[in-house]
């Protein structure tokens, strides 16, 4: 068998869609299975891969979904079982024999039948491993088109090019927070709660000139930086509803409860039992889980008489293909220690000061990364989800790479807007220094595949070359605007 996991899927899909198994499919228990109908393959990034399908098990033929995996273990890894998406699958196909178990259970506990195809595939299945792997090549990250003949361009070029680009993402980064920033403090002027449902503020909030003067309240920048980290720490899948918790559980609300020897367990209880990530019995549930949802909830009914935003339901949340460290269980209580940070140790001030008072790089970018890590302690350096115990504990709630993203993508920004709405010009500049000249430890596919193709090497380490990548890849390679970009207008021009 293949060790790529997505060719393995691809040939899984194939051999379903086509039935490339032999007669005799059984359970484990030696009931006949029937595909009458393999059903609709899902093509959304969430949820069961076929739809629709008829099954026939024993003597009931069953109408649900069906999820391929390659490991049994994968309906867990993928969070599966805690996704109600999840809930109309009527049978788990795997291929792999390693640690097969007869069934799965869903999100609403009920218990799903497991395949193991391994015994029953056709003895030659070599046609279906062949579209697997074209399938694959097909599906795989987007290439872009210049990538056979930009060779020829200079890398002072491309590099001026990606530097200019990144820089362009930093000023719409500033263009994006200003804007929320004036809202927030609008919002606060006219002691109105942030609202449930998007709306546009009208023609008097747009027409006011705001003066540098009703910017000076600490806690409408400590609201933006709690947003924003918030929508950063929830990653793609979760960005939004991890913004919305943030605007709803706001800092106004969290800083009633500062003064209190237990405020961190207050700021967890509010976020755990607003998100609707709570399980809603301890049926199952570990004595420490189940101590520890106790807490939750005993101390939520005794604080939330003083909530009055919305409450969030389970399936806002994604746990599909999201590795544990990364669930937004885990992702909220790093969240809540950076809360915390921000309303009792009063780290906004300390970055603000140590941008008005530094002035070597490399020291400045340790101490705001020490402002932002989140080494991993309490119930969750143990778990990722309340159900089970993790097999390894959990080292950071937030690392170095993530920690240099909210730097980047947060800190950095919001800083340079400051320094502007102030007029301190000298600490702006040294913003903007530290984004040209920072080194970051994380990268990514994308990232990855625009340095590969631009025929660059070691340089999307550099946050303003990271950044110009993401911003030519989105606004140009994918939109196919290659006649708007300079190396594109030289190759195709």
Not at 45 to 53: A, C, E, R, V
Not at 135 to 155: D, H, W, Y
Not at 285 to 308: H, N
Not at 408 to 436: E, G, H
Request: proline share 2%; glycine share 6%; aromatic share 12%.
């Amino acid at each position: 068998m293949f060790r790529n996991s997505k060719i393995q899927e691809k040939l899984l899909y194939e051999i379903w869609k086509e039935k490339k198994f032999s007669n005799g499919i059984k359970t484990a228990d030696d009931q006949k299975v029937e595909i009458i109908d393999a059903g609709d393959n899902n093509k959304d990034s969430g949820g069961p891969d076929f739809l629709n399908t008829r099954i026939k098990i024993g003597h009931i033929t069953y109408l649900g979904d069906v999820e391929i995996d390659i490991w049994h273990s994968d309906w867990k890894a993928h969070g599966h079982y805690l996704d109600k998406k999840y809930n109309k699958v009527i049978l788990h196909v795997v291929l792999s024999k390693e640690r097969f178990q007869s069934h799965v259970y869903t999100q609403d506990g009920r218990r799903v039948i497991s395949i193991c195809l391994t015994d029953f595939l056709e003895d030659s299945y070599s046609d279906a491993v062949k579209k697997a792997i074209l399938s694959e090549r097909k599906t795989r990250l987007f290439v872009m088109p210049c990538a056979q003949f930009n060779g020829g361009i200079p890398e002072k070029k491309k590099l001026d090019l990606l530097a200019g680009l990144g820089i362009e993402r930093f000023k719409q980064k500033e263009k994006r927070i200003f804007e929320r920033l004036k809202e927030i403090v609008y919002l606060k002027e006219m002691n109105i709660r942030e609202p449930v449902v998007r709306y546009d503020f009208g023609e008097e909030f747009y027409d006011k000139k705001f003066s540098p003067e009703e910017f000076n309240d600490p806690a409408v920048w400590q609201q933006l930086v709690y947003e924003m980290i918030f929508e950063a720490l929830g990653y793609s899948k979760n960005k939004d509803i991890m913004l919305r918790l943030a605007k709803a559980v706001n800092f106004d609300f969290v800083s009633q409860f500062a003064a209190q020897e237990n405020f961190f367990n207050c700021i967890e209880s509010a976020l755990f039992n607003v998100s609707g990530l709570l399980p809603g019995n301890h049926t199952g549930l570990e004595e420490d889980a189940s101590e520890y949802l106790r807490d939750l909830v005993g101390l939520w009914a005794e604080i939330k008489r003083k909530y009055d935003g919305p409450y969030f339901t389970e399936d806002k949340w994604h746990f599909f293909k999201l590795r544990p460290q990364n669930f937004p269980t885990v992702r909220l209580a790093g969240g809540g220690k950076i809360l915390k940070r921000l309303t009792n140790d009063n780290i906004l001030k300390k970055l603000i000061d140590a941008f008005a008072e530094g002035n070597n790089q490399a020291k400045l970018a340790s101490s705001l990364r020490n402002l932002l890590i989140v080494k991993a302690e309490g119930f969750w350096k143990k778990h990722y989800v309340f159900k089970e115990k993790a097999k390894e504990e959990i080292k950071y709630f937030v690392g170095l790479s993530r920690a240099d993203e909210i730097i980047i993508n947060v800190i950095l920004p919001v800083a340079a807007v400051y320094f502007d709405i102030f007029s301190n010009k000298q600490a702006a500049r040294k913003v903007k220094a530290l984004f040209l000249n920072y080194s970051q430890k994380s990268t990514n596919q994308v990232v990855q595949q625009v340095a590969e193709s631009l025929k660059l090497k070691k340089v999307e380490s550099k946050s303003v070359y990271y950044q110009g990548m993401v911003e030519l890849f989105r606004h140009f390679c994918v939109k196919e605007k290659c006649l708007e970009c300079e190396i594109g207008k030289s190759i195709f021009g």
